[in-house]
């Protein structure tokens, strides 16, 4: 069977990424938590026990590489499918390859599926089996997170190996092993990369070590020698190579992040809440989704405690539609600092809910003879007339809940913000009842 990686490590032809990939563990950059001599992985791979796993982590972080050692380590096997350009029959013919090599040979068959989050139900179910006899050992690739993206009997049947991003450190050494790098870097050439085209490139890459290899390489390539042959890559070069740092959010991190944004309102934490909503419009992400979110937690989280919060909230949007950015940002900042520096009540959600479960739980209640759509003065059967409230001062005590359900209550006041004045008023309410109660 083909190799996994078919590039020989020498050729220069070969992207600097491609050739500076790390063939064992010790040359491995980062990651420290899972290719420490005494980690799992580590003894797994030596050891050639290496059981189906999934390999979950950002861009540029080392997940082919480490395959590309398993491959390169392995005594069994190894086949390497995309889920992008594979289906269920290339899967199908591949499994019965292994059956057939571990029956005939007793020899296993590691399977590499690149970003694996892709395969649907169907796709997966035809490796499961493959999983469980044994017959394929599989490792999966994928930049969002599998608990979220994948169907749950494979991950269940899988190790998770987490890879984070790396430090600006690590890119660094990365980038200067390449430049000193005889065979497969440019330790032969005559060249300089200060350091503060260095400090530019592990900037801009973000904790993807793939991404700086790629921007050194075209700094490298696009900058003319001088008449004795050296080329000098500085700052100014680094900047037009790397022009902008690498922000991406795919799925898994944009539903993250939009939990983090909506937990940090709720948190009274203003400064990590802007943080979250410009990290997704600076992705891309459309600030009008930012502007739902705020709106919902307006209503949910602050609530009566501050009913402006959601005026201006609602503002804000209509500002943002009107003016655009990035003037219209700046009413974004507004309101996501008034509502997350806003004193908190979800008393409003607790009344919903309280009131949905009553609906639910009575079924169909009669509508009291006082309240239904009658002439005001029209006789109904039981005695009972609506009395307009307006006649006696602003409130009167007349029974509004149905028979069945008198005394049931779902709104209850807390003590932030305005709520006080609400409580206030609902005591003096109950104290008009209490003396007319006496008086009776």
């Not at 330790?187 to 592990?202: C, E, Q, R, S, Y």
């Not at 203003?270 to 979250?276: G, T």
Request: hydrophobic share 40%; charged share 25%.
């Amino acid at each position: 069977m083909d190799d996994l990686f078919t590039m020989a490590a020498g050729n220069m032809m070969a992207p600097l990424a491609e050739r500076m990939r790390p063939r064992s563990l010790a040359d491995f950059i980062g990651q420290k938590h899972l290719v420490s001599p005494d980690s799992l992985l580590s003894r797994a791979i030596r050891t050639d026990k290496l059981g189906s796993c999934i390999f979950f982590g950002p861009p540029g972080t080392g997940k082919t590489t480490l395959a590309s050692i398993i491959a390169e380590t392995t005594h069994g096997a190894f086949a390497k499918m995309n889920a992008v350009t594979s289906g269920v029959a290339d899967a199908k013919k591949l499994i019965d390859e292994a059956r057939d090599r571990l029956k005939m040979y007793g020899k296993r068959t590691y399977l590499l599926l690149d970003e694996c989050h892709r395969w649907n139900k169907a796709q997966s179910d035809c490796v499961l089996s493959a999983i469980e006899d044994g017959s394929i050992i599989f490792i999966g690739s994928t930049t969002e997170n599998p608990y979220v993206s994948m169907t749950k009997a494979i991950v269940s049947r899988c190790r998770v190996f987490e890879l984070k991003p790396l430090t600006d450190a690590e890119v660094e050494t990365g980038l200067r092993r390449a430049i000193a790098d005889k065979k497969n870097g440019y330790g032969n050439m005559k060249l300089t990369v200060t350091d503060d085209a260095i400090a530019h490139f592990v900037w801009a890459a973000n904790g993807d070590l793939r991404s700086a290899y790629g921007s050194l390489e075209l700094a490298v390539l696009s900058t003319p020698p001088d008449g004795e042959g050296h080329i000098t890559v500085n700052a100014g070069i680094a900047e037009q190579s790397a022009q902008k740092k690498l922000l991406t959010v795919d799925e898994t991190l944009y539903y993250d992040m939009l939990s983090a944004f909506c937990k940090s309102l709720r948190g009274s934490a203003p400064d990590a809440a802007l943080y979250y909503a410009f990290r997704l419009i600076e992705s891309g992400c459309d600030p009008m989704l930012i502007f739902r979110r705020m709106m919902a937690h307006a209503a949910e989280d602050v609530g009566l405690a501050n009913t402006n919060a959601l005026v201006v909230a609602v503002s804000a949007c209509q500002a943002y539609e009107r003016m655009g950015a990035p003037e219209g940002l700046i009413p974004l900042t507004e309101a996501i600092i008034c509502v997350a520096t806003s004193p908190k009540s979800n008393s409003v959600v607790v009344a919903r809910d309280a009131a949905i479960k009553c609906v639910k739980e009575s079924g169909d209640s009669v509508v009291p003879y006082q309240l239904r759509n009658y002439p005001e003065n029209s006789p109904n059967n039981d005695g009972r007339r609506y009395v307009y409230p307006h006649d006696h001062g602003g409130y009167v005590r007349q029974e509004y809940m149905p028979d069945a359900l008198v005394g049931r209550k779902f709104y209850y006041p807390k003590s932030e913000g305005d709520e006080p004045n609400i409580a206030a008023f609902m005591e003096r309410i109950r104290r008009i009842e209490r003396e007319k109660d006496k008086k009776n």
